[in-house]
């Protein structure tokens, strides 16, 4: 399909990350005293780090920094790259049975010779506020209340908040991992608000996916590849999520980071769409401390 015959939409709305996770930050931080003034709960946050990878050592620090900003308490523990696998399943066990940790977070990947199903099977189901439990995969299939892997919620906040209709609408998600592709295609396929979508999922097997995107009303790319989704891939007026995070190398030797979107020339065609940074990766960050404290709700009782 050319430009010529291409219509162009208004000026897209751009869906703030950023404000977004400001106003969730401020909510649960509400929250978070009110349940310490009631009950004496302070919500616990304990992080497990397994070797030096640059990327994973600074998500680790700004989800601690977050959850200072909230009161929320935070422990990091870091085992170094050679570490057993005995060794982070003692540590997730040791923390299961602790009372004052409310939420266990295993940074992943792991190295390689640990196994990492093994290691998220043996979170607590109720202290798992990554999601990534089979027990809370279950209750995402069939629509129970659990734990949401953080990045789908953050992406049902986002079109919760920016009044973004879903009801009766194609969506169309690129990605089919078990943390952000899967588990967002069922959330927006339930009878549920934001939901009631008719999803298409599009994977590496999917012979030309732009015939598929083309139908969305609201396209989600969640591949990590830069540039997978180009002005080609998107119909004039669809909502356009990228929760794709690369980074890539400029002529001049810098580095910056990007999405799967090219953004420039898909933001004119767009109805809304999220930039990268400041789109998905802080509200997926936000949704971990509103999943932490929702454990400490359930361990009061109060859930």
Known sequence: MTDEVRTFAPMAVLIDGNALAAEIRAEVQA???????????????NLLLVGEDPASAVYVRNKGKDCEK????????????GASEQEVLD??????????????????????????????NAISPLKDVDGFHPQSAGK????????????????????????????GKHAVVVGRSNIVGKPLSILLAQKRKPGNTTVTICHTGTPNIAEYTRMADILISAVGSHGVITKDHVKPGAVVIDVGINRITL????HKLVGDVLFDEVEP??????????GVGPMTRAMLLRNTLKAALIAGGKQ
């Open 31 to 45: 929250e978070v005293a009110q349940l310490r003034s009631e009950m004496g709960i302070v919500p616990g946050l």
């Open 70 to 81: 909230v009161g929320i308490t935070s422990t990091i523990m870091r085992l170094p790259a």
């Open 91 to 120: 540590v997730v066990q040791a923390w299961n049975a602790d009372p004052a940790v409310h939420g266990i977070l295993v940074q992943l990947p792991l190295p390689k010779h640990i196994d990492e199903h093994r290691v998220i």
């Open 140 to 167: 995402v299939m069939i629509g129970l209340d659990g734990f949401i892997p953080c990045t789908p919620f953050g992406v049902l906040e986002m079109l919760r908040r920016y009044n973004i209709e879903t009801s």
């Open 251 to 254: 002529p001049d030797g810098t």
């Open 269 to 278: 065609l767009a109805q809304a769409i999220t930039p990268v940074p400041g």
